[in-house]
């Protein structure tokens, strides 16, 4: 094996002027001077940096202080609304029982009241229907009264029309001056109420003195001017339709008859009675009172 081999060095020929030299130490001198402004700079952003720090720290912790006093201040005021809310949730309890007290005591009452309407309406129909009973039962005591008196009537009536019928056989006729056909002539008033309760005419008595002024009957005007008591006999004028007629001595119960513009049929008068200066009688006029026209 042979021996290492050695290491050849090249010396470099000598050069002209060295200017390099020069130009590195100027770069070393700016560069420390470069370094020794980046340093104070450096330094003097710490030195701000420090400060807003410290000022921003200050800031926080005021901050914090102020959120830590409003924290505090609104906790107090929520828990004393929470109280005044509990205070007043318990007040309406204590008010919400005594009105449901209060409301039992008032439907106990309204019960009570009611019991007691509806115990006093039991009464008051218990009463109406022992009042129906003895209506019943006089109202039944009654129809059996009336029947009696029913058939007391219906005896009663048969009797007033067999005394009619017996009266109106025995009522004297007449044949009018004006009417052919025959009149039924009451002399009394027992006649007169048979004739009425015919109800074929209507009938008005009168009572006539002597005294030179027409005596107004029904419908008519009637002026006594002589009465003879002794023969039975009379004068009268008849007023009617503003026309006036004199009938001269007529004699009792004989019919005087006579026709106005209200009726078919004619008025009759007849005098029962005959004294001094004074005649009673009736007049009688027709039911239907239908105006004769041009007759």
């Known amino acids: 094996m042979g021996s290492p081999q050695q290491p050849t060095y090249i010396i470099p020929p000598p050069s002209g002027p060295n200017w390099k030299t020069p ?25 701000d940096s420090r400060a807003d720090m410290q000022k921003l720290t200050g800031d926080v912790n005021a901050a914090i202080e102020r959120m830590k ?10 828990r004393r609304s929470v109280d005044t809310l509990q ?10 029982q005594a009105a449901v007290g209060q409301a039992k005591v008032d439907a106990q009452r309204k019960v009570e009241a009611l019991q007691e309407k509806v115990a006093q309406e039991q009464k008051l129909q218990e009463a109406a229907i022992s009042q129906v009973k003895a209506t019943a039962d006089t109202a039944a005591t009654n129809v059996a009264s009336v029947t009696t008196d029913v058939g007391a009537v219906k005896t009663d009536l048969g ?9 109106v056989a025995n009522l004297k006729r007449a044949t009018g ?13 027992t006649e007169l109420k048979a004739l009425r309760e015919l109800g074929e005419r209507n009938y008005a008595e009168f009572t006539i003195n002597k005294n030179k002024q027409f005596t107004r009957v029904a419908d008519v005007s009637i002026e006594l001017k002589k009465a003879d008591p002794k023969k039975n006999r009379f004068t009268i004028e008849i007023t009617a339709d503003d026309k006036t007629v004199e009938k001269k001595d007529r004699t009792v119960n004989e019919p005087i008859q006579f026709y106005t513009s209200k009726a078919r049929q004619p008025y009759e008068i007849v005098v ?13 006029t027709p039911k239907v009172q239908t105006g004769r026209g041009g007759d």
Not at 32 to 47: M, P, T, Y
Not at 87 to 96: P, R
Not at 159 to 167: C, D, I, M, V, Y
């Open 177 to 189: 001056e004006l009417d052919s056909h025959s009149s039924l002539i009451a002399t009394n008033s």
């Open 159 to 167: 009797a007033t029309k067999s005394q009619l019928e017996a009266t």
């Open 272 to 284: 029962n009675s005959v004294k001094k200066d004074v005649i009673t009688g009736y007049l009688a």
């Open 69 to 78: 006093i409003d924290s505090n201040e609104q906790v107090q005021q929520s």
């Open 23 to 47: 130009l590195l130490i100027g770069a070393l001198v700016l560069l420390g001077a470069s370094s020794i402004f980046q340093f104070v700079q450096l330094e003097k952003v710490r030195s």
């Open 87 to 96: 205070s007043q949730l318990k007040q309406q309890q204590m008010q919400a």
